[in-house]
């Protein structure tokens, strides 16, 4: 009895002392908790905070884009799409796979999407696998999104072009931002922005279009996933790009897109008054939306292999010899430097010889059976018959240093639209070969650059200009694509217009028109008397236009040889050309049109011309 | 007093032999309860986790009420066969169990509910200790308590090999804990202490690789944000954001959003401290403190000493679960994977936690039977 007594208070004693040992130990942990929620409270609540509030950028509404009556060029269209932040999920694989089981994902789509996923892009951010859902699909989506991490359904506005490929190479597009473009954009302007204007107006005015982002405050889980809005921390609204509206007029864009039809080609139409491009095609084009939304590669493989380089833009970055469209500004650097007149004639034999050489340069007329030539020529009918001879001991005595000089007059080899990303061409000079060819000049080249070959090379938008300033008398305006915006064109400053043409005087310039309204009115003249493309657009034409066709070889013909165009590969055939511009007396439209590999300039590209042009001024394509 | 309990709960007027007295304590049993719908409450935010621990604590409850009934002395006469068990099942696990977060701890058989046999382990060694201490001389001779020592070293070891340092390390304590109330004299406990100390380089290089890191990772959790910081990172964030009121019922933006792991388990005293705020968790403690004093002063009132020791064994095994749970995810321990008892979601833990308190409450409310 008294051992076990001993025993219990033994035990007591040692349960007393167990329990202060606890509870000093929950005493250490009461401390802690002191330590950590009092005392050191604020700083957690803020670490808390910062983990689960994140800034989030709201992109702006890019743009709009309109022609000049309204019509919508560039849109934004709101679309759902199923996109993957590949960072945050373990196993893609069966994840794709799954997301497949409930929306329907093509073959070509997961494609799209691996090959997205290697192309290099910003870190964490959302790869489209699928766009375009309809609301079921958002909603089996949304059902199940608690399965994946990384699976997110972005609501965004794509930027979709109504017109397709008929606008492309007037208007531009957007891409989708790469890596590459992290460099050179602002990261805070674009941190909510997906897409930047990567072509045409969409690049030019970048900076209007793009607009403000703002910023929300938003709470976000563990996976970085949006779960609200944060009202109270304070947002920011995004401000919308400014819409542009535009000189194009996409009827007469939509009718010269007709007018060339299957042809690869290119037409550049400009308001003489405004220098306004009224069209602006480059043929054949390609439809952007598909770009957008994720080409299918085997689709943007046939464009970019196609020989017809749909891709490219003819209009504003094709270079060309500009053959006998160069004519008129021969002819005026003549009158300027007094080497020749209007009363002036040569008796054209149809062949040209330089002096000490036995190379034969031939009228366009020459065959092998027939030596060709146009009899007597006047200045005027070596416009409207497009006497070579003419122009070749014009175009020699007047001589390359005072022909560069006056044609760059005219915008051949610089770049002189404001807004629009044009090539400079070439106007060749002395130093120019020197340096990009080795050799020194020689009058031979003289005598090719006189009836617009050899060296010389300009754009289709050059040469319209060209057309432009011969419409307006001389005067300047630059060709421009946009007509008004929103706020003005501030930040924009265009340069002062070049000066005008320098030299032709009054009568010099009337006529040089008259020469070339004969080029199209003149008929019924009997054998060398017509305008060249009397028989092809002047015979039933309803208004006074004034033209000049060329033909550019692609080429050489051998001395001796005749041009065969049966007998030539399609792509080594002429180029044809053709620039006009209409009313003549009080121009409201100049243009260039060029056929690749077309042929005749007058029987090819000029009905052409005459197309666009009488959808422009005829009544019964008028206003709507 | 507890016998006034226990007279209320058998109706007055009907036959003992139909209706069974319930041998329970109030005290144990209202801190208990209290405790388990402290949990419940927070366990409320996902309805499916509640459900699951509702059903899980009422069956909880009804095996304390059923273990409660057994006398103690056929626990006497089971313990070592349940020890045996225990081994075995240990045996088992190492050899044939389920792997989960890269150590076999679970049992997974199919039609039967998965448990960790470490579980089993926390009520089996208490009670083969008290019993082998139950007819020696006390104190205890030399070769007794290396016998003991035996005793508690044979499940900590299988325990350690699964490898969960965290509940070796606990089921060793419920043994030491045996063995000091059994009253070693408290000069080998203090020279056992020094040993410890002493031998702490030793036991730090036979640690596995990702143990030691968790114990780096203590006190630095700064050093690996993302990896093994990041757990204590988000707890201790989490409490300290709480306050000293916390920000109210479900506004634990810390578990909600999931930036604190295991929310509902092994961290669930990060979203009290989060909600409730420094109040709600001295609340908790205190309720802690009081089921730990409670029991150990039931254990003092035994009737002999198998019922003191096996008593206070599992009181203390008990504190030392919900001590080393709460100080690991206060940062201040290293973490391992103890849940903290009555509250955090799961079933074998809270069951074994049961039949513990329920065992308690057998040796109280037979003693006046024995005597």
């Known amino acids: 009895m008294e051992d076990h007594e001993i025993e219990t208070r033994g035990f007591v004693t040692r349960a007393i002392f167990i329990f202060l040992v606890a509870a000093v130990l929950m005493l250490g942990l009461l401390a802690r908790f002191v330590d950590l929620q009092i005392l050191k409270h604020g700083i957690f609540s803020t670490r808390a905070d910062e983990n689960r509030i994140q800034v989030q950028p709201i992109a702006s509404d890019r743009g709009l884009i309109y022609d000049r009556r309204g019509v919508l060029l560039a849109d934004n269209r709101p679309i759902r799409t199923l996109a993957v932040v590949t960072e945050r999920i373990a196993d893609l694989d069966t994840a794709i796979g799954e997301l497949a089981s409930l929306v329907d994902i093509s073959d070509d789509e997961i494609a799209g999407f691996r090959r997205r996923i290697e192309q290099p892009r910003r870190p964490y951010e959302p790869v489209a696998l699928k766009v375009n859902l309809t609301d079921e699909e958002v909603a089996r989506i949304r059902v199940n999104g608690h399965r994946w991490a990384g699976v997110e359904v972005d609501d965004e506005n794509l930027r979709y072009y109504p017109l397709g490929s008929l606008m492309v190479h007037a208007v531009g597009s957007v891409r989708r931002i790469s890596e590459d473009d992290l460099d050179t954009l602002d990261a805070v302007r674009y941190s909510g922005t997906k897409f930047v204007g990567r072509f045409g107006v969409e690049q030019f005015y970048e900076r209007l279009l793009h607009g403000e982002v703002g910023y929300r405050h938003v709470e976000i889980d563990v996976r970085g996933r949006v779960l609200r809005k944060l009202e109270e921390l304070g947002e920011e609204p995004a401000v919308a790009g400014q819409n542009l509206t535009l000189h194009l007029d996409s009827r007469l864009q939509t009718a010269a897109y007709a007018a060339l039809g299957e042809r690869r080609g290119a037409i550049v139409a400009l308001d003489p008054r405004s220098g306004g491009i009224l069209a602006l095609v480059s043929s054949p084009g390609y439809d952007p939306n598909p770009f957008i939304t994720g080409i299918p590669q085997e689709e943007y493989r046939l464009l970019e292999g196609s020989p017809d380089t749909p891709l490219f833009n003819r209009a504003t970055r094709g270079t060309y010899a500009p053959g006998s469209t160069f004519k008129p500004i021969v002819a005026l650097a003549g009158l300027t430097t007094g080497v020749t007149d209007w009363e002036r004639t040569i008796i054209d034999t149809g062949e040209f010889r330089l002096p000490g050489q036995s190379r034969v340069y031939r009228d366009w007329s020459w065959t092998t059976t027939n030596s060709g030539g146009q009899g007597i020529v006047d200045l005027r009918k070596a416009i409207f018959r497009s006497s070579n001879v003419y122009f070749y001991q014009l175009g020699t005595r007047v001589g390359i240093d005072s022909l560069g000089e006056f044609a760059s007059q005219f915008g051949f080899g610089s770049a002189t639209a404001l807004d629009v990303d044009a090539v400079e061409g070439v106007l060749p000079t002395r130093v120019w070969k020197k340096g990009a060819r080795g050799e020194d000049w020689y009058l031979g080249d003289t005598v090719n650059m006189s009836i617009g070959q050899g060296h010389l090379l300009v754009t289709p938008l050059q040469l319209a200009t060209s057309a432009m300033v011969i419409a307006n008398r001389g005067r300047w305006v630059q060709p421009r694509l946009l007509l008004s915006s929103d706020t003005g064109l501030s930040g924009f400053d265009a340069p002062s217009p070049p000066q005008p043409v320098r030299g032709p005087t009054e009568q010099d310039w009337e006529m040089l028109i008259d020469a070339m309204e004969d080029v199209v009115h003149r008929g019924n003249q009997g054998f060398r008397e017509n305008g060249t493309a009397w028989f092809y657009i002047g015979q039933d034409i309803g208004y006074r236009m004034a033209g000049k066709s060329g033909s550019a070889q692609v080429v050489e013909i051998r001395q001796g040889e005749e041009y065969d165009e049966e007998a030539l590969d399609e792509r080594e055939r002429k180029h044809a050309w053709f620039i006009a511009f209409a009313p003549a007396d009080d121009p409201r439209i100049a243009l260039s049109v060029l056929v690749e590999n077309g042929g005749g300039g007058s029987s090819v590209a000029a009905p052409v011309a005459r197309k666009v042009i009488d959808a422009y001024l005829l009544p019964q394509y008028a206003r709507l | ?371």
């Open chain 2, 1 to 371: 007093m507890a016998n006034d309990f226990v007279r209320q709960m058998s109706l007055p007027g009907t036959s003992r032999a139909r209706v069974p007295a319930l041998r329970l304590d109030a005290v144990l049993c209202i801190s208990i309860l209290a405790v388990i719908l402290l949990g419940l409450v927070v366990h409320y935010r996902d309805p499916a986790t509640f459900q699951g621990q509702l059903v899980r604590m009422v069956l909880g409850f009804v095996v304390l009420v059923v273990v409660a009934r057994i006398e103690p002395r056929r626990y006497l006469s089971w313990a070592p066969t349940i020890y045996g068990a225990a081994l075995v099942l240990l045996l088992v696990v190492l050899l044939f169990g389920t792997t989960a977060k890269g150590s076999q701890r679970w049992i997974d058989l199919p039609g039967l509910p998965r448990f960790q046999p470490s579980e089993l382990t926390k009520i089996a060694l208490p009670l083969m200790l008290a019993w082998y201490f139950h007819d020696r001389r006390i104190p205890p001779r030399f070769r007794d308590l290396l016998v003991a020592f035996a005793i508690t070293a044979a499940p900590v070891l299988l325990v350690v090999q699964q490898p969960d340092l965290g509940t070796g390390v606990l089921v060793a304590a419920s043994g030491l804990a045996v063995v000091f109330l059994a009253g070693v004299s408290w000069r080998w406990l203090f020279g056992a202490l020094a040993l410890g100390v002493a031998a702490t380089p030793v036991l730090w290089m036979s640690l596995r690789d990702y143990q030691q890191e968790r114990i780096r990772t203590l006190f630095n959790p700064e050093n690996d944000p993302l990896g093994a910081g990041w757990s204590i990172i988000q707890s201790t964030t989490a409490i300290g954001s709480g306050g000293l009121f916390g920000k109210g019922l479900r506004e634990s933006t810390q578990s909600r959003l999931d930036f604190l792991p295991e929310s509902s388990t092994d961290f669930i005293i990060a979203v009290i401290g989060e909600e409730w705020g420094f109040v709600g968790i001295l609340f908790l403690l205190f309720l802690y403190l009081v089921i730990l004093a409670r029991g150990l002063h039931l254990a003092t009132l035994a009737p002999n000493r198998f019922g003191r020791l096996l008593a206070g064994g599992l009181m203390l095994t008990f504190f030392a679960h919900v001590f080393v749970n709460i100080a690991m995810v206060c940062g201040l321990v290293p973490v391992v994977g103890v849940p903290l008892p009555l509250v955090s979601y799961g079933g074998t833990s809270a069951l074994s936690v049961l039949i513990g308190c329920g065992i308690v409450m057998s040796i109280h409310t037979h003693r006046a039977g024995r005597r």
